[in-house]
């Protein structure tokens, strides 16, 4: 009965408080902590070839012809993301192909990437070779396979010429019509 009572009695006080910090938000707890909070960027302890990831953040151009139109432009974007931790790469956006790709450095420190295909599988890769010039990533596992002879994509190797030029080729793994061997593209930097 006595803490009941004593609810009662604090009631009041804590109504009153609770409106006078919802109609001033800087009275806030949370409102005080964000005005004193630093947010500081952590150290970039990315391995060299996630910082070489990351120097392709810009719009970039290339030519295809796997979409019916010979050489067919299209575009692909890199965007730093998740505090410097993560490139996001979104290949051919705001076309019915969109697709993306997360490129980082897995536990051990090694860079690794999930691709997120159209044709609505993930292929998970891990870094097997890195020069000053090139990386070469292969498929660890595939998620999302209709079955085992289902296309996906298949290993990736980067050439990078200089900061404004690089190609990108792509075996396919499966079996299919479209599986014609590994495919090219060289890409010129947009912005």
């Not at 002879?149 to 479209?178: R, V, W, Y």
Request: aromatic letters at 6%.
């Amino acid at each position: 009965m006595k803490n009941v009572l004593h609810l009662i009695l604090c009631l009041p006080l804590l109504v009153s408080c609770s409106t006078s910090s919802l109609s001033n938000p800087e009275n806030t707890h949370t409102g005080e902590a964000h005005k004193n909070v630093v947010h500081e960027t952590p150290l970039d302890n990315s391995s060299a070839e996630l910082k070489r990831i990351k120097a392709l953040e810009g719009k970039w151009r290339t030519t295809t012809s796997m979409f019916g139109t010979e050489n067919e432009e299209v575009f692909t974007e890199y965007k730093i993301t998740a505090g410097g931790s993560a490139v996001l790469e979104t290949i051919f956006p705001g076309t019915p192909q969109e697709m993306v790709s997360v490129y980082f450095d897995d536990d051990s420190g090694k860079l690794s990437m999930t691709h997120y295909c159209m044709m609505r599988n993930r292929p998970h890769f891990s870094l097997v070779k890195s020069t000053q010039d090139e990386l070469k990533l292969d498929v660890i596992k595939v998620e999302g396979l209709k079955s085992a002879n289902s296309p996906s994509m298949g290993a990736i190797t980067l050439k990078f010429k200089d900061n404004d030029h690089f190609s990108s080729t792509c075996q396919s793994d499966g079996d299919s019509e479209q599986n014609q061997g590994p495919m090219t593209m060289n890409f010129t930097r947009v912005n």
